[in-house]
C-alpha cells in the first residue's frame, strides 16, 4: 500500500512540474490546487486517524475547498476534463458526507470513495497539459481564401 502512497507523491509532483513548464494558465492553476490540497491534507490529517474508519473534519474542509475551486474553474472555462475532474471530487466529497450520515459505512468503501479519484484526476490534468502542449508545437494550418483560387 505504501507505494500507492509514495507514487501519488510522485505523480502529483510530477503533474505540478509539468504543468509550471508546458501547461496554460488554467493547468498550473488546477495543477496549484491539486498540490495545496495534498499538502493540507497533510498538514491536517490527525494522528492515527488514516485508518479509514472515522472522518476526519479537517481533509473533509480541504476536500470541499477544492471541489469548490474545481467547479469555479470549471464553470469559468468550460473544458471537459475540468468537468470530469470536478465530478471526481464531488464523489470524493460525498464519500465523506456518506460516512458522517451513516457510520455504518465500510473503511474500505470510505477509503475507495475518498481516495479513489486522486490518481484519474491526475491523470486528467496530466491528458490536459499533453494535450496543450501538443497543440502548441503543431503547425497552423494555411488558410484558404477566395483570393487565392481566383489567381489560378
Known amino acids: ?3 500507492a502512497v509514495y507514487g501519488f507523491w510522485l505523480f502529483v509532483v510530477l503533474t505540478s512540474l509539468a504543468a509550471w513548464r508546458w501547461g496554460s494558465r488554467i493547468e498550473r ?11 493540507a491534507t497533510v498538514a491536517l490529517r490527525l494522528p492515527g486517524s488514516s485508518d479509514y474508519a472515522t472522518v476526519n473534519a479537517g481533509v473533509f474542509l480541504i476536500d470541499l475547498t477544492l471541489l469548490m475551486g474545481l467547479v469555479w474553474t470549471a464553470l469559468k472555462h468550460a473544458r471537459w476534463w ?6 471526481l471530487q464531488l464523489v470524493t466529497v460525498l464519500g465523506h458526507i456518506a460516512m458522517f450520515d451513516a457510520q455504518r459505512t465500510a473503511p474500505f468503501a470510505y477509503f475507495a470513495a475518498v481516495v479513489g479519484t486522486s490518481y484519474p484526476s491526475q491523470i486528467l490534468l496530466a491528458y490536459a497539459i499533453a494535450r496543450r502542449g501538443m497543440r502548441a508545437t503543431r503547425k497552423p494550418a494555411p488558410r484558404y481564401t477566395p483570393s487565392q483560387s481566383q489567381n489560378a
Open 1 to 3: 500500500m505504501w507505494y
Open 29 to 39: 492553476g488546477v495543477a496549484g490546487l491539486y498540490l495545496a490540497a495534498a499538502l
Open 82 to 87: 475540468l468537468i470530469a475532474s470536478a465530478a
